[in-house]
């Protein structure tokens, strides 16, 4: 049974950094398609928008990341230790939102579209102050 779970978020200024980790256990992590979403408070109510996409990274190593986030934050993974990161600077209050680890079936691409991710974690909070 595959298994995600989340940590490093908190509480932080704007501007400020934070490194989010995902521990994947029962799937080897070097064959499958990774990603972080979130969801800020309140969106789940609208369909469709429950989950905003962040970043991927693909089994081949692949990496996709929203316009949003594109050169403040950075996925990367360390098979060795069946992890994924999602290091995030620079960060802004409408970063503000829980975090979800996502994984793919094998051999995933760096996918924008949670309906390619099969596995999910129960999310950390990141609260950006202003």
């Known amino acids: 049974q595959v298994q995600l779970v989340e940590s490093g978020g908190g509480l932080v200024q704007a501007g400020s950094s934070l490194r989010l980790s995902c521990a994947v256990s029962g799937r080897t992590l070097s064959s499958v398609g990774m990603a972080w979403f979130r969801q800020a408070p309140g969106k789940e109510r609208v369909p469709g928008k429950e989950r905003e996409f962040v970043a991927a990274h693909g089994w081949t190593g692949d990496t996709n990341y929203a316009d949003s986030v594109r050169g403040r934050f950075t996925i990367s993974r360390d098979n060795a230790k069946s992890t994924v990161y999602l290091q995030m600077t620079s960060l802004k209050p409408e970063d503000t939102a829980t975090y979800y680890c996502?994984?793919?079936?094998?051999?995933?691409?760096?996918?924008?579209?949670?309906?390619?991710?099969?596995?999910w974690g129960q999310g950390t909070q990141v609260t950006v102050s202003s």
């Open positions: 996502a994984a793919t079936k094998d051999w995933g691409i760096a996918s924008v579209t949670s309906n390619n991710y099969f596995f």
